[in-house]
């Protein structure tokens, strides 16, 4: 197993210092950004498609480093009705898996996406409690006529290129938790597409990510290693679906989404918020967790993502990778 990092949080320094500083906490594995939500700093993507000779120059920059390339991650939402988005992050997605498979990368992470509500509609709209008929109208629309059609295309270009994509499940998406990426990949007969098993959206949705591993079991391509910390005394408030987010002031120079889309500001008393592995749950969860994906893949990567808000690059970094390291001895990996 490799213990490594997604490099988004380094997006200002070069990838050769990037990789330094993965190789100095003691990882081995990276996962780069190939588009979708945010932009790939660290990877020269048309250099890339377009030469072998580049791809070997790329990748022995990471041998040189000791680090080894697990993954391309592309999270956006392909299935946008807003023209300006989710064409664009579909085609984002289908250049990544095409990458991943000149570069020997059997991995591409995503996102499964969100569609409007009905035909026509021009915003995405996330259904979590259908308990009016009109809802499960609005999930008949958004699972048949558009969500299982692009992802039969996404699974035989997957296939054809040997390349897994990693679904995290993420709310405000169409798959969001284990039963409904099940769903889908039965319903797309998918062999190519699977879970990236993300704890810190199973968390505030009160879900156990280690019974989600058994349940899901050889589904569970990939990993990130994210943590969550619940703030019980404003659950009891607020609860876990929370709508106090705000828009971010344009002199702070909001994170584009895609379109006219921006990265709002969370509440000022969230019920829940990232943070770094250790920081929300101990080890009592952390070895279970690396001992069950060992289980179902001793070579699977676990990469870190880096969220934490109360902590900078490095030392959020440096604080998540001393205790996965830690954790990965105890659990015998």
């Not at 009016?132 to 699972?143: C, G, P, R, T, V």
């Not at 969001?176 to 597409?193: D, K, S, Y």
Request: net charge negative; glycine share 8%; with cysteine.
């Amino acid at each position: 197993m490799r213990l490594g990092a997604y490099t988004a949080c380094l997006h200002d320094r070069s990838l050769d210092e990037t990789l330094k500083v993965l190789g100095e906490l003691g990882l081995t594995s990276a996962e780069i950004n190939t588009g979708g939500f945010i932009a790939a700093p660290h990877i020269p993507i048309d250099d890339l498609l377009a030469s072998a000779g580049a791809r070997e120059d790329y990748l022995g920059r990471y041998a040189q480093a000791g680090i080894t390339l697990t993954g391309l991650n592309c999270n956006g939402n392909p299935l946008n009705p807003d023209p300006m988005v989710g064409p664009k992050h579909a085609a984002d997605l289908h250049r990544s898996i095409e990458l991943a498979a000149l570069l020997g990368v059997k991995r591409v992470v995503t996102m499964s996406g969100l569609p409007g509500a009905h035909p026509g509609a021009t915003a995405a709209n996330w259904v979590v409690n259908p308990w009016d008929s009109q809802w499960l109208d609005a999930l008949d629309h958004q699972w048949n006529e558009v969500a299982i059609p692009f992802w039969r295309d996404i699974q035989a270009r997957a296939a054809d290129a040997d390349v897994k994509v990693c679904i995290e499940m993420h709310p405000h998406n169409i798959v969001f938790n284990p039963p409904t990426l099940l769903r889908l990949i039965e319903q797309t007969g998918a062999t190519h597409v699977g879970a990236e098993m993300d704890p810190s959206h199973l968390f505030w949705q009160g879900i156990d990510p280690v019974a989600a591993i058994k349940y899901l079991g050889d589904r569970v391509f990939h990993a990130a290693a994210k943590d969550t910390r619940i703030n019980d005394e404003n659950v009891r408030l607020f609860g876990v679906l929370d709508d106090r987010f705000t828009r971010t002031p344009a002199d702070r120079n909001p994170l584009n989404l895609g379109g006219h889309n921006t990265l709002n500001q969370w509440p000022d008393q969230p019920s829940w918020q990232f943070v770094a592995v250790g920081r929300g749950h101990g080890d009592d969860f952390w070895v279970p967790f690396l001992q069950a994906l060992h289980e179902v893949d001793p070579d699977m990567a676990v990469n870190i993502e880096h969220e934490d808000t109360e902590l900078d690059q490095i030392e959020g970094l440096r604080l998540a990778a001393e205790n996965l390291i830690a954790a990965g001895h105890k659990a015998g990996i």
